[in-house]
């Protein structure tokens, strides 16, 4: 008797259902949460996505039914820095930072740099303050490890640039007095939703280099005191600047919450990471716009970038503007406007 081979047959179970939609510039890709096993699994999928388009994501949105990937589908590109003969003049109030992002300090005023030694934040810092300069912004520096913004003050002027406890003392209170003088002014001449450039005035730029190890300088009870006096300051410039024009740039390599509390961080409107950071020192720029899956960070000068405002919900990858060394001397840029 000849007995039959039951077949063998193969049940589909459960499955991840995904959509897809493509805009001009760039492709999203819906997982669709069902509940089932693989809701979760399928909002963890970043690189692999990444890796099956050969796309840069640009971000991720978890949403209580669906996730929603976003992949470049150009590259954005880098800004290139080079020279130009003559100074450049930008009328306008905002900066292009390159890889597809404009800032507009009007909009989100300040801004945040971290990143380790050698990541980048010193060539970074120096191509915002020209393209400060080219908007005819006044620029203040407070370098208190004094190393290279320090050594401007014989461009910028010795009166903007500290590097001393005193002295940065000194320049936050210009830099207040400042802000207040214009407030009075624009009080005085009231002019419904106006803000400091309706009144003919230019942004001030605050850079201040190392805020940590600013702080760590407060030692006893008088350098304290300094300390305290310069944050007080700070804090003011935080709060009240944006009308006034005031700005704020701070850069530190960690960004402790004993070096500025999350409330102030969070009045920051451009926060940047450079050069890989922990996962920890991500939460500390970025606070809940840390993005859930970090991408590699490899490239000199790049990181992950948030700005309030942008629509963005988490940090995106970029990467700063490339300054050729061989062929970009700061200085001689520096002294086009100065
Ligand atoms: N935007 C950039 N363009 C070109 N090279 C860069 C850039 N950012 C960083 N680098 C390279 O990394 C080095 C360290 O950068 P730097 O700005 O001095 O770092 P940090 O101030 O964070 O210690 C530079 O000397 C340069 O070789
Ligand atoms: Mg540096």
């Not at 005031?246 to 050069?275: C, K």
Request: with cysteine; proline share 3%; net charge neutral.
């Amino acid at each position: 008797m000849k007995i039959k081979k039951e077949r063998k047959r193969k049940y589909i179970s459960h499955s991840a259902l995904f959509s897809y939609q493509e805009a001009s510039d760039k492709i999203i890709i819906y997982a669709i949460k069902t509940g089932d096993s693989y809701s979760d699994r399928i909002t963890k999928m970043d690189v692999e996505l990444s890796a099956l388009l050969n796309l840069p994501l640009e971000e991720k949105i978890d949403r209580p039914a669906v996730c929603e990937y976003h992949y470049f589908l150009k590259r954005p590109k880098r800004l290139n820095v080079i020279s130009n003969t003559l100074a450049e003049v930008n009328e306008s109030l905002n900066i292009n930072l390159g890889y597809g992002v404009i800032y507009e300090p009007v909009k989100t005023p300040h801004i945040l740099i971290a990143g380790g030694t050698g990541s980048g934040k010193s060539i970074f810092i120096s191509y915002l303050l020209l393209e400060f300069l080219k908007q005819n912004s006044s620029v203040y520096i407070i370098d208190p490890k004094n190393s290279d913004l320090g050594s401007l003050s014989h461009y910028i002027g010795e009166e903007r640039v500290a590097t001393t406890a005193n002295n940065i003392a000194r320049v936050v209170r210009l830099a207040v007095t400042e802000m207040k003088e214009r407030y009075d002014y624009m009080n005085k001449n009231f002019k419904y939703g106006s803000n400091f450039s309706d009144h003919g005035y230019k942004p001030i730029w605050v850079i201040f280099d190392e805020m940590g190890a600013f702080q760590a300088s407060g030692t006893d009870k008088q350098s304290k005191a300094v300390v305290g006096e310069v944050m007080d300051g700070i804090k003011q410039i935080i709060l009240l600047g944006r009308q006034a024009g005031v700005f704020i740039l701070i850069a530190a390599q960690q960004m402790r919450s004993e070096i500025l509390s999350t409330d102030l961080r969070d009045n920051l409107g451009l926060r940047i990471s450079l050069g890989s950071n922990s996962a920890e020192g991500y939460r500390m720029v970025f606070g809940s716009a840390t993005p859930e899956t970090i991408p590699p960070i490899e490239v000199k000068g790049s990181g992950l970038l948030y700005m309030q405002g942008s629509g963005k919900e988490s940090a995106q990858y970029w990467e700063s503007p490339f300054v050729d060394m061989q062929n970009f001397d700061f200085i001689t840029e520096l002294k086009k406007y100065c």
